[in-house]
């Protein structure tokens, strides 16, 4: 079901939707800043979008370099890479676990049980 990395650079197709994961057509400007081309293309890739995702009502994802939008319900995301999966590692490994910022939770069964 998910692509590999080097799959999504390739060029192969999302699994989800059939659109290329990276198309290499470089990310869009900010909204405010689109040519006239540019925001009639935006609208077409925004119409699509909604065509191919009529019910989902999820998140959207994109890759860094790409205008293709994926459905965060039906397009797999791709893995991270080794130095993504590090800085998160990193992030996760400074944290200090102090007690007494912990809640107490009390279970009481009063149904019964």
């Not at 799959?7 to 198309?23: F, K, N, S, T, Y």
């Not at 998160?88 to 007690?99: D, F, K, T, Y």
Request: net charge negative.
């Amino acid at each position: 079901m998910f692509l590999t990395r080097e799959q999504a650079a390739a060029g192969e197709a999302c699994r989800g939707c059939g659109l290329p994961v990276i198309d290499g057509l470089g990310s869009w400007p900010p909204l405010m800043h689109l040519s006239d081309q540019e925001r009639l293309d935006h609208d077409a890739a925004e119409a699509r979008y909604k065509q191919l995702h009529p019910g989902c009502h999820s998140h959207r994802w994109s890759m860094q370099g790409s205008r293709t939008t994926h459905c965060g319900l039906c397009c797999p995301p791709i893995p991270f890479s080794d130095s993504q999966l590090e800085s998160i590692a990193r992030i996760l490994r400074r944290h200090v676990r102090r007690e007494e910022e912990l809640d107490v939770w009390a279970l009481d069964l009063t149904c019964g049980h």
